[in-house]
T-cell receptor, first 114, second 113 residues
């Protein structure tokens, strides 16, 4: 069964607008972590934001925020004020427990239009 | 800030050859992870090491082996290379704190011809 589901293969947004990338997850663990990574066309995997399962507040990092809804098992990434440089593939990932591997979703390709 | 270092960045090998990929984690990070990302796919976990001991194993072929050394750098050894091994290989490192954030290196792009 899919552990991480990203239902949007591709999204586009106008520059300076906000965009939400969806991510739902499935786990029976109580302790887990949720991550978002950005992968530009150059290939590197850039860490954006982290949300722990016990964190009560939604994580924020600059223009990135994570809309964490634990009961619905969703961890959507919100990018505010999109920039052309935000065009990339975005992966949602989950870590179950400590020292465990990351399980990735299939990714969402975001295109920012001027 | 120091990042994860991987070498080489690009590697071209022929079928049945061997390859060795190296990873130098962020200083103070004690855990190293290896991932394989095929074209158009999401990264797949191969293997991880914590304090020089294997801590988890994923879908790593028997032709591949890896280890972590006393200075915490890690090497992924790949033998009898096949065309399907062509991929981007990432190393990531983390520190054992409450967040276990994994930071990825730039990747090694392996092409098997």
């Amino acid at each position: 069964a899919q552990k991480i589901t990203q239902t949007q293969p591709g999204m586009f947004v106008q520059e300076k607008e906000a965009v939400t990338l969806d991510c739902t997850y499935d786990t029976s663990d109580q302790s887990y972590g949720l991550f978002w990574y950005k992968q530009p066309s150059s290939g590197e995997m850039i860490f954006l934001i982290y949300q722990g399962s016990y964190d009560e507040q939604n994580a924020t990092e600059g223009r990135y925020s994570l809309n964490f809804q634990k009961a619905r098992k969703s961890a959507n990434l919100v990018i505010s004020a999109s920039q052309l440089g935000d065009s990339a593939m975005y992966f949602c990932a989950m870590r179950e427990g400590a020292l465990k591997k990351l399980i990735f979703g299939a990714g969402t390709r975001l295109a920012v239009h001027p | 800030a120091a990042g994860v270092i991987q070498s080489p960045r690009h590697l071209i090998k022929e079928k049945r050859e061997t390859a060795t990929l190296k990873c130098y984690p962020i200083p103070r990070h004690d855990t190293v992870y290896w991932y394989q990302q095929g074209p158009g796919q999401d990264p797949q976990f191969l293997i991880s090491f914590y304090e020089k001991m294997q801590s988890d194993k994923g879908s790593i072929p028997d032709r591949f082996s890896a280890q972590q050394f006393s200075d915490y750098h890690s090497e992924l050894n790949m033998s009898s290379l096949e065309l399907g091994d062509s991929a981007l290989y990432f190393c990531a490192s983390s520190y054992r704190d409450s967040r276990y954030e994994q930071y990825f290196g730039p990747g090694t792009r392996l092409t098997v011809t």
